[in-house]
């Protein structure tokens, strides 16, 4: 299904070290609830499913009015991408059901509160996270998870994984960071938090194996066919439905905006059979790295 995606806000109750709106909730504005309201009116002829994201949208004050006024003019999709925090409310996550949210995207990082917290940097979040995707699926919500893969937690994968096979989630996703973000932040962070592909690819794998043995769809982003060759099933830009983004002031087609530049193919990749549908890894991971673990398939 086609879909809206709107930034609602860039503030935050996380402070992840690898946030994709890097040190956008410092000098951008949120959207007022009327320009929000305006998005939503004017895409829904498009668009049946919306996606509110940020940010945190659930610390953003007109939340539920927003997904309630979205159910009413016709989006019959309604996903709450979140750090999930807030639904460790009970009385909340009825709330946002309530008024139209059917589809909920939880970042959940680590198994543990040592590898979670660690990466938001906020005490008690794992904590928190956890019983969102306890409360949700208890009442019998769509869940679905995105990790993001980075130097800190790619050895917790597997046990991710397993969590979440265990938690009955209906989807998960391990996101290779983006690095543009960490670059834009503090490049202090680089050593730390970016990894490798070649460190990361067992790992991945190993998780992604947890979730199709337990029949849980999963997928991995950011991760190309030539580093995860017997996973090409599962990556997941192959499935990504067409997106429309509101991001700060500019609308942008996501898949359109990978293809000319936030995304970069080696000197190699021409060779590869994998070369048109392949997106190549984020252009700043072969500016650091260079391109010698992208070996092109040739058949
Ligand atoms: S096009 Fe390049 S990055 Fe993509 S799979 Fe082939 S070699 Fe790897």
Request: glycine share 6%; net charge neutral; charged share 30%.
């Amino acid at each position: 299904m086609r879909r809206v995606d709107i930034k609602i806000a860039y503030r935050c109750n996380n402070k992840c070290k690898f946030c994709i709106q890097g040190k956008k909730r410092e000098f951008l504005r949120d959207k007022t609830t009327d320009e929000i309201r305006r998005i939503l009116q004017e895409n829904v002829k498009d668009f049946k499913g919306v996606v509110f994201t940020g940010g945190e949208v659930t610390i953003v004050n007109d939340f539920l009015e927003l997904v309630d006024f979205a159910k009413r003019i016709g989006y019959s999709s309604i996903q709450i991408q979140t750090n999930g925090r807030m639904f460790s409310y009970l009385d909340f996550c009825k709330k946002t059901i309530d008024a139209g949210a059917n589809q909920f995207a939880l970042a959940i990082h680590g198994s543990t509160e040592e590898v979670h917290d660690s990466l938001t940097r906020v005490d008690g979040s794992f904590d928190q996270t956890l019983q969102g995707i306890k409360n949700l699926k208890s009442l019998d919500q769509i869940v679905l998870t995105n990790t993001v893969v980075n130097k800190i937690n790619h050895k917790d994968i597997p046990n991710i994984a397993k969590m979440l096979v265990g938690l009955h989630v209906y989807s998960f996703q391990f996101a290779f960071m983006h690095i543009n973000p960490v670059i834009q932040n503090d490049k202090n962070l680089i050593d730390e938090i970016v990894p490798r592909y070649k460190d990361v690819k067992k790992y991945v794998e190993e998780g992604l194996d947890i979730g199709i043995n337990a029949n849980i769809k999963c997928a991995t982003e950011a991760m190309t066919p030539c580093i995860i060759p017997k996973y090409i099933d599962y990556i997941a830009e192959k499935y990504i439905p067409e997106t429309f983004i509101y991001d700060s002031d500019v609308a942008r087609d996501f898949q359109k905006m990978k293809r000319d530049g936030a995304k970069l193919k080696g000197p190699k990749c021409s060779e590869c059979i994998f070369f048109d549908e392949c997106e190549g890894p984020w252009r700043d991971y072969g500016e650091i790295f260079g391109f010698d673990e992208f070996v092109p398939i040739t058949k």
